[in-house]
């Protein structure tokens, strides 16, 4: 099914996700299919009539949600992620018991790595503990990479990275996360999170970035549920008459702008810098100064998150007059930077090669 119904196959029906708006499993589908370019359609239940209609079920309260209806018509009440991709195909299992070449993480640096080994004749696997196309599946448009003049959506990129690979044999393996590696024999043995060990003659490690933190009390909880890292492209369409937030001041948080600005009310940037110059390229920052639901208040930072159930507030603060306000607000959305990937916790990174491959997509 894996092929079929990524790019929206006309033969095959989408994929059907139904639950509450604030439920934070449900977002965290959402974000995954919309990464893996898998077409879907989102309902939300607020009530019991919503629910019997949508799900045949009117005891809201006691349905396990979110609900996965697959395009066979089969339900998955409150799956996992795993289940979610292992239902959709996602899900294999390596076919050979070593390979020359296996590449952690499925960004671009790992497609990229793939493709130029798989097309030297390398058998090649490539491990993915998410979505494939890492940070770049999550940005609605990339300008500055070679050979797409109009730009192209993160995801789009990733996926046609993805075709290529598997054209040149590569085999993908997702769902399954690198936590130690050990070199004997000549070859390399790595740990897998479930429990699985793969071998290769060289690894390549290729596990980018993670998202920085603002590091308040409620941000764990309120994650998913109003609150979310990077430029939330499968919530943009969900803002509608929204008066939103994003807080950073670089290309990645000047792309969700522009992306939110397109569905929400308003979107208000919150920077740290006294103006956007500093961290932005250009083209963004006349673009978001020139918007007309954009505003960009400088020189200021977040200090506090409220919320019950979900984001219902947040904290403003100048970061020279140490004055704060609350703001009203059902969606911030946070692209403040990134750090290093750590590897299998709790043993340090212990990858028998941390190879250098740059990125085709710098880092913005
Ligand atoms: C919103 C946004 C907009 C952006 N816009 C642009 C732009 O317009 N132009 C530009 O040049 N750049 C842009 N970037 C930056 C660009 O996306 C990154 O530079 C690029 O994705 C880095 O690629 P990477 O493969 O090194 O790492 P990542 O993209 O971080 O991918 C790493 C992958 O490794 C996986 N992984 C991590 N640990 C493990 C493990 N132990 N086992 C298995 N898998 C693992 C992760 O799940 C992830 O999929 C943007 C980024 C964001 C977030």
């Not at 209609?53 to 395009?71: A, C």
């Not at 797409?148 to 075709?163: H, S, T, V, W």
Request: glycine residues 10%; hydrophobic residues 40%; aromatic residues 6%.
């Amino acid at each position: 099914m894996a092929d079929e119904i990524r790019n929206g196959d006309s033969r095959v029906r989408v994929v059907r996700l139904l639950g509450h708006r604030d439920d934070a499993a449900a977002w965290e589908i959402r974000d995954f299919l919309k990464r893996s370019v898998v077409e879907f359609q989102w309902i939300e239940l607020p009530t019991e009539e919503d629910c019997r209609r949508e799900v045949g079920l009117s005891d809201l309260k006691n349905v396990n949600l979110p609900v996965v209806e697959l395009p066979d018509g089969t339900r998955l009440f409150g799956p996992t992620l795993r289940d979610v991709a292992d239902r959709l195909g996602f899900v294999a299992k390596p076919k050979l018991r070593q390979y020359d070449v296996s590449i952690y993480g499925a960004g671009p640096a790992g497609l990229s790595a793939a493709v130029y080994a798989a097309s030297e004749g390398l058998s090649t696997v490539l491990i993915e503990r998410s979505a494939v196309g890492g940070q770049a599946g999550t940005t609605s448009m990339i300008e500055n990479y070679m050979g797409f003049p109009q730009g192209i959506n993160g995801a789009d990129l990733a996926e046609r990275a993805r075709q290529q690979a598997v054209k040149f044999g590569v085999e993908i393996l997702m769902m399954r996360e690198g936590v130690k590696s050990t070199f004997h024999d000549d070859r390399i043995w790595t740990d897998l999170a479930d429990g699985g060990t793969m071998v290769a003659r060289a690894n390549v490690c290729a596990t980018g970035v993670e998202w920085r933190h603002l590091n308040l009390p409620n941000e764990d909880k309120l994650l998913g549920r109003g609150l979310y890292y990077g430029a939330g492209a499968s919530e943009a369409p969900l803002c509608g008459g929204e008066d939103v937030y994003v807080v950073g001041g670089g290309n990645s948080a000047g792309q969700a702008v522009m992306h939110l600005a397109k569905h929400a009310r308003s979107v208000t940037m919150l920077v740290r810098d006294k103006a956007l110059a500093a961290s932005m390229s250009q083209y963004l920052s006349e673009r978001i100064l020139g918007a007309a639901n954009v505003q960009v208040r400088y020189d200021v930072e977040i200090t506090g998150l409220d919320g019950e159930n979900a984001l219902e507030r947040i904290r403003i603060g100048s970061r020279t007059t140490q004055e704060a306000d609350w703001a009203a607000t059902p969606r911030l959305f946070v692209a403040i930077g990134v750090c290093p990937t750590p590897i299998g916790p709790p043993t340090p990174p212990s990858f028998a090669i941390q190879a250098a491959i740059s990125s085709p997509v710098p880092t913005s």
